[in-house]
């Protein structure tokens, strides 16, 4: 099972990326996924999640900019970034909290994507 995510790329301030996640070797039905981001300080911060493909949730920082979708045809879990600032320069990791292919990052035991880059520059 694994995780994988792509979309990344170098924009300026005000740009937009749309990052996608996809599972391979399971679904994401009954999931929650997840988006952190960590910062070129290595902090950790969760951006967004959604629950089941149902509620979502974001972080102050993101709110009003970025948008989490869940598309099960195919197994798919976007984030759109819109007015990106350069403050969202980080790499942006998908996590799910599936019970295979746990492992530790940023504090938490999910199954974990292998991150992709953004950079925002003004």
């Known amino acids: 099972v694994q995780l994988v995510e792509s979309g990344g790329n170098s924009v300026q301030a005000g740009g937009s990326l749309r990052l996608s996640c996809t599972a391979s070797?399971?679904?994401?039905?009954?999931?929650?996924v997840y988006w952190f981001r960590r910062t070129p300080g290595n902090d950790c911060e969760i951006v967004s999640s959604i629950k089941s493909g149902g509620p979502t949730s974001y972080a102050d920082s993101v709110k009003g900019r970025f948008t989490i979708t869940q598309d099960n045809t195919k197994n798919t879990v976007y984030l759109q970034m819109e007015r990106l600032k350069p403050e969202d320069t980080a790499v942006y990791y998908c996590?799910?909290?599936?019970?295979?292919?746990?492992?530790?990052?940023?504090?938490?035991?999910?199954?974990w994507g292998q991150g992709t880059q953004v950079t925002v520059s003004s």
């Open positions: 070797g399971f679904t994401f039905d009954g999931s929650s």
């Open positions: 996590a799910a909290d599936y019970f295979e292919g746990l492992t530790l990052f940023c504090g938490t035991w999910y199954l």
